[in-house]
């Protein structure tokens, strides 16, 4: 079970933080990342962070957004600077875990809508 926080509304060129807690028969995570799909478009990868710690960005968000986590709480973050109206969507946590059962499953947050205001 994946649960999101942290979306709302900003000022462009402002700041927000999205949280996304995991939990449930994790036995271990195998990948963090972050997704976002604006009105009439796909939902494309914004961010990604492995078990090992690597990170990777869409070049769209380079530079402005930063993925992170905290691996004592399962929580996977995206802090957003510099936001622009392009930015606007509804953002998605994705993660991939191994259960204790061995099997290995893909969660999806609840969405977490952004909105840029000019």
């Known amino acids: 079970q994946l649960v999101e926080s942290g979306g709302g509304l900003v000022q462009a060129g402002g700041s927000l933080r999205l949280s996304c807690a995991a939990s449930g028969s994790i036995l271990s995570i195998n990948h963090m990342d972050w997704y976002r799909q604006a009105p009439g478009k796909q939902r494309e990868l914004v961010a990604r962070i492995t078990k090992g710690g690597s990170t990777n960005y869409a070049d769209s968000v380079k530079g402005r957004f930063t993925i992170s986590r905290d691996s004592a709480k399962n929580t996977v973050y995206l802090q957003m600077n510099s936001l622009k109206s392009e930015d606007i969507a509804v953002y998605y946590c994705?993660?991939?875990?191994?259960?204790?059962?061995?099997?290995?499953?893909?969660?999806w947050g609840q969405g977490s809508p952004v909105t840029v205001s000019s």
């Open positions: 994705n993660v991939g875990v191994t259960e204790f059962s061995g099997y290995l499953s893909e969660y």
